[in-house]
C-alpha cells in the first residue's frame, strides 16, 4: 500500500463557490421537485467526437481519454480545441512545451482566439488560473503529469492520479465546465493510471489503433450521457485526424484483379455497420511445426476456426502456414467476422478468388453451423448501399428481417459445408 501523507494545507480554499455562485452545493432536495432540464451540450464541429460522446460535451461532465502513448490523444484533443471557435478553451500541457504545442498547432493548420494553452503540473497553478481565464472547456495532457500540493508522493503515483482527477471532479461539477483528462496506458491496458478513474468520471473514451496503421478508434467504455455503443473513427493524416464518416470504404483495399484469400465481413462496430476486408494466406509449411499468425483477429478465434474447417470440412490445414490479416489494422471482436474469415481461409486453400461483390455476416459455431448475428439488418443495409451484390448470412438469421425490403441477393447457409458448396465448387 502506498503511504499518503496530506500536507497540513486548508482544503477549503479550493471551493469554486465563488466561481459559480449560483450553483447550489451539497443541499439535500426531494427528487421529484427537481425539474428535468435537457442537458446542455457542447456540439464540436468533430462529428466523431459527438457521436462517441452521445450528442456532444455535456456541461459540467469529466471524460477521461485513455491510449497508449503515440496514438494521437495530444494531436486529436489539440485539434478539437483549436476547431471550437467561441469557446474558451484552456489546453493545460504538462507533457510539452509552449513551442512543442505551438509547432503542432501549426501542423494542424488551425488558428482559434478563443483558445489558451498553459504548460503546468501543479494543481494550485493551474487552478489559479483558470479562476482568471474562466474556460468554458478544459483540455488536461496528461493527467500522470499533473501534481497536487496535498498529497505528497510523485506525479504519475496512484494517489496523485486520484487527488488530481478529484480536484478537477470537484472544479467540473460545481462550475459546471466540462473537462477532459488524458492519460497514458499501456500495451495491456492494466497500468494503473487511468484505470483507477475509471469511477470517478463521467465518461471514459479509450483511442486505439494501431500506430503503424492510420485508422484510430475512439470507442466509449462508459458513458453516463449516452450508449457505449458508439463509436468514433479517424484517420491520422500529415495535418491532425480526419474524422471519417464512412468507414467502409477506406476498409475495402480497391483493387483491379480478384486474388485469392480475400474475403469482405458485414460488421459492426458499436452501432455502426461496417465492411472490411479479411485476408488470408495459406501455405505450406516450410518448418516442422506449421505457423499461425493474426493481424487484428483473435488467434485462438482462428485455431478453432482451423479445427472446424478440418473436423467438419475435412480441409487438411495441419501442415500449412496460416495467415489472417484484418484491413487497416483494425482490431474486430465482433464474431460475425467468422464466416469471412473462413472463407477467406478456404479461397486461399483452394486457390480460388472470391467475387469482390459478395459479403459475409455469420458466426461459425464448433459443430460447422453458421450461426446467427444481431443486427442483420442494418448489416445488409450497409452492403446494399456499397453496391454489393450478394451477402451470405446464417439460414438462421432468415427470420430477423424482411427479404422483400432489400435489393442485395441473400444467400443463406447452414453449415460450413454448404458455403464451400455453393461458392468455390461451382462447375
Ligand atoms: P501524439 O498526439 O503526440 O500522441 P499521444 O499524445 O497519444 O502520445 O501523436 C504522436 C504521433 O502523431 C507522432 O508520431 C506524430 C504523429 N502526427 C501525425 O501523424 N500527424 C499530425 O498532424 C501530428 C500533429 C502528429
Ligand atoms: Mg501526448
Known amino acids: 500500500m502506498e503511504e499518503v501523507i496530506a500536507k497540513g494545507v486548508d482544503k477549503a480554499d479550493t471551493g469554486w463557490k465563488e466561481y459559480a455562485p449560483e450553483k447550489r452545493i451539497t443541499k439535500t432536495i426531494n427528487l421529484s421537485q427537481l425539474n428535468t432540464t435537457k442537458e446542455d451540450r457542447l456540439v464540436t464541429n468533430d462529428a466523431e467526437l459527438n457521436r462517441a460522446l452521445g450528442g456532444g460535451i455535456v456541461g ?120 477532459f483528462l488524458i492519460g497514458h496506458i499501456t500495451k495491456d491496458g492494466s497500468i494503473a493510471g487511468p484505470k483507477i478513474l475509471e469511477h470517478m468520471v463521467d465518461t471514459v473514451l479509450q483511442f486505439e489503433g494501431d500506430r503503424h496503421y492510420a485508422y484510430r478508434i475512439l470507442r466509449t467504455l462508459k458513458n453516463r450521457f449516452g450508449s457505449t455503443a458508439e463509436l468514433g473513427i479517424y484517420e491520422m493524416t500529415g495535418e491532425g485526424m480526419r474524422p471519417v464518416s464512412n468507414p467502409s470504404e477506406i476498409l475495402i483495399t480497391q483493387k483491379e484483379d480478384q486474388l485469392s484469400g480475400s474475403a469482405i465481413a458485414a460488421t459492426l462496430e458499436g452501432l455502426r455497420p461496417m465492411l472490411i476486408e479479411v485476408q488470408a494466406l495459406v501455405t505450406q509449411s516450410v518448418y516442422g511445426t506449421p505457423q499461425r499468425t493474426v493481424s487484428g483477429f483473435d488467434l485462438r478465434r482462428l485455431q478453432l476456426l482451423l479445427a472446424v474447417l478440418e473436423k467438419r470440412g475435412g480441409f487438411h490445414f495441419g501442415m500449412k502456414d496460416v495467415f489472417v490479416n484484418i484491413a487497416g489494422g483494425l482490431k ?96
Open 60 to 179: 459540467g461532465s469529466l471524460v477521461l481519454v485513455a491510449g497508449e502513448p503515440g496514438i494521437g490523444k495530444s494531436t486529436l484533443f489539440l485539434q478539437i480545441g483549436l476547431h471550437l471557435q467561441g469557446t474558451r478553451t484552456l489546453y493545460i500541457s504538462g507533457e510539452e512545451s509552449e513551442q512543442q504545442v505551438k509547432m503542432r498547432a501549426d501542423r494542424l493548420k488551425a488558428v482559434n482566439e478563443d483558445f489558451y494553452l498553459l504548460t503546468e503540473t501543479a494543481t494550485t497553478t493551474i487552478f489559479q488560473e483558470i479562476k482568471k481565464l474562466r474556460p468554458e472547456l478544459v483540455i488536461v495532457d496528461s493527467i500522470q503529469t499533473l501534481q497536487s500540493n496535498f498529497i505528497e508522493s510523485s506525479p504519475g503515483s496512484v494517489s496523485q492520479i486520484r487527488e488530481c482527477a478529484a480536484e478537477f471532479q470537484r472544479f467540473a461539477k460545481e462550475t459546471n465546465t466540462p473537462v
Open 332 to 427: 474486430i471482436e465482433d464474431p460475425s467476422i467468422d464466416l469471412a474469415v473462413i472463407c477467406a481461409l478456404l479461397s486461399s486453400f483452394e486457390d480460388i478468388p472470391l467475387s469482390q461483390h459478395i459479403c459475409f455476416a455469420g458466426e461459425v459455431g464448433l459443430n460447422g453451423e453458421i450461426r446467427a448475428v444481431n443486427r442483420i439488418e442494418q448489416r445488409i443495409a450497409e452492403a446494399e448501399k456499397l453496391g454489393f451484390e450478394k451477402i451470405v448470412v446464417s439460414k438462421y438469421n432468415k427470420k430477423g428481417f424482411n427479404k422483400q425490403s432489400f435489393n442485395i441477393e441473400i444467400m443463406p447457409v447452414g453449415q460450413v459445408q454448404e458455403v464451400y458448396e455453393r461458392l468455390f465448387q461451382v462447375v
